[in-house]
């Protein structure tokens, strides 16, 4: 799965090919974090952006006869041209994506290509939309076969064709693509200061209240459906309201959750060293509980009065244990946020299992210490003497070691393009770090 870039922000181009894990690093202000926005972006819309051409007459047809049957392959040969299709869709909505100035966007855009696309015809697929108490709309696809069946049951001749032919749109796109673009869920840079002040950050209502309070001839509704649009680029947005909805997103369980107690376990052991305790959402407010130490009372903390490492891995917490998909990827922007060495090092051990454990990873990161820890893990994977010894001192297991082609790593550089960094059995090519490291202990030598 690549994403190409143009006219992005400070990048002028280039590519990025989605590892098990993906690296993207450089120094401040180059477009890191735009790079990871577009990317989730791209991923959580490309459903609803993806046109198949039906027309009224394929939707009266399903009216009358209440079936038709949907030939996969005739679509999955031009797969290339649907992918373009949708990826300029999505480069001409960047503006609004972004909550910017669409001039700022001007020019920008974002491709996804896949070169290994093949119809898998031994997948299963099975999904209902309901319209009212008996209306339905249903899509199945047994195994072994490449014809979708949709089904149109009891729905009215008032149900709109654009309703109907959306939801055909997005569900074909589903299930000849949801195999290869995976599900997306981000973690923002402004995830600390979103998990402090969720409750102010409720929008909507403060809105409608600022509105109402400023509304001398009563409301106008047009103006009010313009103020409510989001103040923030939309990952952010997405961050709100997943810590704003955590009260009913914490009742669910991931599929790592599922199986917490046996193959996943070594991702929670990582995950409980890190947090030092646990979280709990009570009446929407969310919690910290530190571990108790011996000799000390226990202490319940609101997520406010926690420290700004919480806070900053409270919503990675919510997605193993609740959010967590099979197949799914998950974007990070600087994992290391406001944490001290020793637990940047914890994080890496962290991702590493959660992509042995299938899960995707990508992140923007400015740390060392991770990178190296990472680099730790890719070296594991050689057969060296003495290395179970030293992995069972080091309390690792097989679950810690990466395979240098699980991961990619990028860079984009003063002349404003994408650089692949390369991987080996050593690992990642840390000069990027290396260089500012070798100034400072020359300064410190010479001092």
Request: proline share 3%.
């Amino acid at each position: 799965m690549k994403f190409t870039f143009k006219k992005l922000g400070y990048v002028d181009q280039g590519t990025i090919e989605l590892g098990d894990m993906t690296l993207i690093c450089g120094p401040n202000n180059v477009g890191k974090t735009w790079l990871n926005y577009a990317i989730y972006g791209l991923l959580k819309h490309y459903p609803t952006i993806t046109s198949f051409g039906f027309d009224d007459h394929m939707v009266d047809h399903l009216k009358e006869a209440g079936t038709i049957k949907i030939e996969l392959d005739e679509y999955a040969n031009k797969m290339g041209h649907f992918l373009k299709q949708l990826s300029r869709t999505f480069s001409r909505s960047l503006g609004g994506y972004f909550n910017t100035d669409s001039e700022l966007m001007k020019g920008a855009s974002i491709s996804l290509s896949l070169d290994d696309y093949s119809l898998d015809i031994n997948k299963e697929f099975y999904k209902t939309f309901r319209f009212g108490r008996k209306a339905t709309l249903s899509f199945s696809k047994e195994a072994g076969a490449d014809i979708l069946d949709v089904t149109l049951q009891d729905v009215d001749v008032g149900v709109p064709h654009q309703i109907i032919s959306d939801i055909i749109n997005q569900e074909l796109t589903r299930c000849l693509l949801e195999d290869h673009v995976l599900s997306p869920f981000v973690l923002t840079s402004e995830r600390t200061g979103i998990s402090l002040f969720y409750k102010e950050l409720d929008l909507s209502k403060n809105i409608l209240v600022e509105h109402l309070a400023n509304s001398k001839d009563g409301v106008n509704p047009l103006k009010l459906l313009n103020s409510m649009r989001s103040r923030y680029a939309e990952p952010i947005k997405d961050n709100i309201d997943t810590v704003r909805d955590a009260d009913n997103l914490a009742r669910q369980k991931s599929f790592l959750k599922e199986g917490k107690a046996g193959k996943f376990k070594p991702v929670f052991d990582a995950l409980r060293e890190i947090i030092g305790g646990s979280f709990k959402v009570v009446d929407n407010q969310v919690l910290y509980q530190p571990a108790k130490e011996r000799n000390r009372d226990k202490t319940v903390l609101p997520i406010y009065l926690a420290s700004s490492s919480i806070k900053s891995i409270f919503l990675l917490d919510l997605y193993i244990n609740s959010l967590a998909e099979k197949d799914s990827v998950l974007i990070i922007d600087e994992p290391e946020l406001n944490l001290h060495p020793d637990k940047q090092r914890q994080v890496a051990r962290l991702l590493a299992r959660l992509v042995n454990a299938g899960v995707k990873v990508v992140m923007t990161t400015h740390s060392d210490f991770l990178v190296r820890e990472i680099n730790n893990r890719i070296m594991l994977n050689t057969n060296f003497d003495k290395r179970d010894a030293l992995m069972k001192k080091n309390k690792l297991t097989k679950e810690d070691i990466l395979r240098p082609e699980q991961v990619r790593a990028y860079t984009v550089q003063p002349d404003h393009n994408i650089h692949q960094v390369e991987v080996s059995e050593d690992g990642i090519d840390t000069t990027i770090f290396d260089q500012n490291i070798e100034e400072a202990n020359a300064l410190q030598d010479a001092i």
